[in-house]
């Protein structure tokens, strides 16, 4: 009877332990900071659900009798624990992939006020006319009737910073429009989010960087073709004002969620779409680029030491505004859609800036 009583026991504890749920990526999701009820939280999207990781991880824990696990609450730090961290969220992903129904750390994807996923990275870096039809469309635009494609092996990315405090916002934020002689442009870019610190990275390691994968959209001022061009000023000749150009106010628009690279498939492959008052724009695909994520990335790297959550902008493909024939300018009153296959979709409203 002793023995009998034993196995039962052995065999109460294989099965509580067969049902563990798995540390395997099996459960695809994504990464999102979100307010719900007045709270800012750490989300994760898994199909079309929004779950609180940090409350999801304690009911796990409660319902399984695991060992704690402390989950980070910013998406920085997350990053920076990932390696720590990820098979509880493997698990967490894995446990309520049914979407956790009536578990009240569970949401609807449409019902959350989605926030900008990194508040704030150290750096967001950006690649200049980085896809090969985008680079000709503006070589076109600016008197080369007949540009070649670029030779990655022969030439080198070019890059400028973008001011991560002063211009990042939330998808769905309204960009607020000031007052410039300037117009405005759209460009919708693949972002690659830094995974860990990245100095003299090479081509060959330069995905051991990588974290995840999302979408900024660059909003971008040009000169107005139909302004009187301006007289010649002595001196040397700076060419574009980068900063001017790109480093607005509010000018980077992020989100609307943080896909982990474990998760997005092929990202040489994907579809990118910008749509403007409902009306297609922009249709290219990231395998467009010039130089390739681990080229940007070998590049920036041999400059400046990147950092866990930082953000880099890979450029934006054929489609923009200011190429089109008439060109086609953003104005107050515009909806702007930006969309990256795996990733997701976030709008932006263009409103008139309102100085106070």
């Known amino acids: 009877?002793?023995?009998?009583?034993?196995?039962?026991?052995?065999?109460?504890?294989?099965?509580?332990?067969?049902?563990?749920?798995?540390t395997s990526p099996n459960t695809p999701f994504k990464l999102a900071t979100f307010e719900a009820d007045g709270m800012t939280r750490l989300g994760m999207v898994v199909g079309s659900r929004m779950l609180d990781i940090r409350a999801a991880n304690y009911a796990l824990m409660d319902a399984e009798d695991?060992?704690?696990v402390n989950i980070p609450r910013s998406m920085r730090s997350l990053i920076e624990r990932y390696d720590q961290v990820k098979d509880r969220l493997y698990?967490?992903?894995?446990?309520?992939?049914?979407?956790?129904?009536?578990?009240?750390?569970a949401f609807d994807y449409?019902?959350?006020?989605?926030?900008?996923?990194?508040?704030?990275?150290?750096?967001?870096?950006?690649?200049?006319?980085?896809?090969?039809?985008?680079?000709m469309?503006?070589?076109?635009?600016?008197?080369?009737?007949?540009?070649?494609?670029?030779?990655?092996?022969?030439?080198?990315?070019?890059?400028?910073?973008?001011?991560?405090?002063?211009?990042?916002?939330?998808?769905?934020?309204?960009?607020?429009?000031?007052?410039?002689?300037k117009v405005w442009d759209f460009e919708n870019e693949l972002a690659v989010i830094i995974g860990k610190k990245a100095k003299r990275v090479t081509l060959e390691n330069a995905q051991d960087y990588i974290f995840g994968y999302s979408i900024v959209f660059d909003v971008s001022t040009r000169d107005d073709p139909n302004a009187p061009e301006e007289e010649e000023q002595g001196g040397f000749n700076f060419g574009v004002s980068w900063f001017e150009a790109k480093s607005r106010d509010n000018a980077a628009p992020f989100g609307p969620v943080i896909v982990p690279k474990e998760f997005i498939g092929d990202s040489k492959n994907l579809r990118i779409i910008?749509?403007?008052?409902?009306?297609?724009?922009?249709?290219?695909n990231s395998g467009d680029m010039i130089h390739n994520e681990e080229r940007i990335l070998r590049h920036v790297t041999s400059i400046l030491t990147l950092w866990p959550g930082d953000v880099v902008m890979t450029g934006t493909p054929a489609g923009v505004g200011s190429a089109?024939?008439?060109?086609?300018?953003?104005?107050?009153?515009?909806?702007?859609?930006?969309?990256?296959?795996?990733?997701?979709?976030?709008?932006?409203?263009?409103?008139?800036?309102?100085?106070?």
Request: negative net charge.
């Open 1 to 22: 009877m002793r023995i009998i009583s034993i196995l039962i026991v052995c065999l109460m504890a294989i099965n509580t332990h067969a049902a563990m749920p798995s």
């Open 66 to 68: 695991m060992d704690r």
């Open 91 to 105: 698990q967490i992903a894995n446990y309520y992939s049914d979407g956790a129904t009536g578990r009240s750390f």
């Open 110 to 135: 449409d019902a959350v006020n989605l926030k900008a996923p990194i508040k704030y990275p150290y750096n967001l870096i950006a690649a200049a006319a980085n896809y090969q039809d985008h680079s």
């Open 137 to 181: 469309e503006m070589a076109k635009r600016y008197g080369n009737p007949n540009p070649q494609p670029v030779d990655p092996d022969a030439a080198t990315p070019v890059m400028f910073a973008k001011s991560p405090r002063s211009t990042i916002i939330d998808p769905g934020a309204p960009f607020p429009m000031p007052e410039t002689n």
């Open 274 to 284: 910008t749509k403007v008052n409902g009306v297609q724009k922009q249709d290219g």
């Open 324 to 356: 089109r024939t008439p060109p086609e300018f953003l104005k107050p009153g515009d909806v702007v859609e930006m969309s990256i296959e795996g990733i997701g979709t976030f709008t932006t409203p263009i409103i008139a800036e309102t100085v106070e």
